[in-house]
């Protein structure tokens, strides 16, 4: 154990290589994902790594995984080079936690991801989608039915992404206007939406009772390394579950035009801006944490600073050359 300023420092122990003339782990790509994604107990975690994993099988699915190299991993990371850092850093994840997961099972003696960086998010205080704007896109007919129920209940569930994405028929409670949703620590919660998710969620179930309820355009493979599982196909259609990047994708090609810095709204967005309006109207901090179904209020932070927006209004109210009306 080695020392500094008085400090002992724990010794790196570094994973013991395989004596010499020891075959490969004899475990290809394919099927060392398929093990890991089946480990995953959490739904939402376990579809979106099994997209950015898709990438790699893809690439290396018929290797030994004893085989895989940083430039693999660079390979497959290339594909979101240009996206948001906390896009990038998603995938990234996904890359680490297999990686992690594959040396504890001894069919990885070195990381492939060790040149890899997470990237720091900048700093924006216009995460919030101003109400117009949101207004104007929840109407705009031009968008497909999917999307605007999507993109509706996001808002006015607050909830994230992956949770709704993940939604099954059974899970919903149309009566009560909630959702049974699994959240990021595995919890079992409901959402619950308003009036303009009740009117347009029975159009787009159209009669089905079970399976997911966002589904893709196409009918899933049903055989093959992207072959879903059977949860996340529809009985009646044989169309499969709406991915993460796809909902991702098509929210920013279609948000594009309205955003002022022309890049797209995330889908992130929308339980962002639910929040800080929410906050802005004057909803408590534990109102917020019954909305959001944070753990703990601090993660509430970046949500109630107003910014922006409420400094326009404050700066107009504030205005002596407006216009009041006189009493």
């Known amino acids: 154990m080695s020392h500094q300023r008085g400090r002992p420092l724990a010794t790196i122990v570094p994973f013991p290589p395989p004596p010499a003339g020891t075959p490969a782990s004899g475990e290809i790509v394919t099927a060392a994902v398929d093990r890991y994604l089946d480990s995953i107990k959490t739904k939402t975690t376990r579809s979106s790594y099994a997209g950015t994993l898709a990438r790699l099988v893809s690439r290396a699915g018929g290797r030994d995984t004893a085989s895989l190299l940083p430039e693999d991993y660079a390979a497959v990371m290339g594909r979101w080079d240009d996206a948001a850092a906390a896009t990038w850093n998603r995938h990234l994840s996904a890359l680490t936690s297999f990686t ?157 035009a309205r955003d002022p810095h022309r890049q797209g709204w995330t889908l992130h967005q929308l339980r962002h801006s639910a929040l800080q309006h929410l906050a802005a109207d004057g909803r408590t901090a534990p109102e917020l944490q019954a909305k959001s179904r944070h753990l703990h209020l601090g993660s509430l932070g970046r949500y109630v600073q107003l910014g922006e927006q409420t400094s326009a209004q404050v700066t107009a109210d504030a205005d002596p050359a407006a216009r009041r009306r006189t009493r």
Request: proline letters at 6%.
């Open 100 to 256: 992690a997961w594959a040396g504890r099972q001894e069919i990885l003696a070195t990381s492939p991801a060790r040149r890899l960086d997470r990237r720091k998010p900048a700093r924006r205080s216009d995460r919030a989608i101003p109400r117009a704007r949101l207004d104007k896109l929840f109407t705009d007919d031009r968008h497909g039915l999917r999307e605007r129920v999507l993109w509706r209940m996001l808002y006015e569930t607050a909830a994230r992404a992956g949770e709704l994405l993940s939604l099954n028929i059974e899970d919903l409670d149309l009566e009560f206007r909630r959702g049974r949703v699994t959240s990021k620590g595995g919890a079992i919660e409901y959402v619950h939406w308003a009036t303009g998710t009740a009117r347009l969620l029975p159009r787009l179930l159209r009669g089905r009772t079970s399976g997911p309820v966002f589904l893709a355009g196409r009918r899933a493979p049903v055989s093959g390394a992207r072959a879903p599982a059977e949860a996340d196909v529809c009985p009646e259609t044989g169309r499969g579950r709406l991915s993460y990047p796809r909902a991702e994708y098509l929210f920013k090609q279609a948000t594009a």
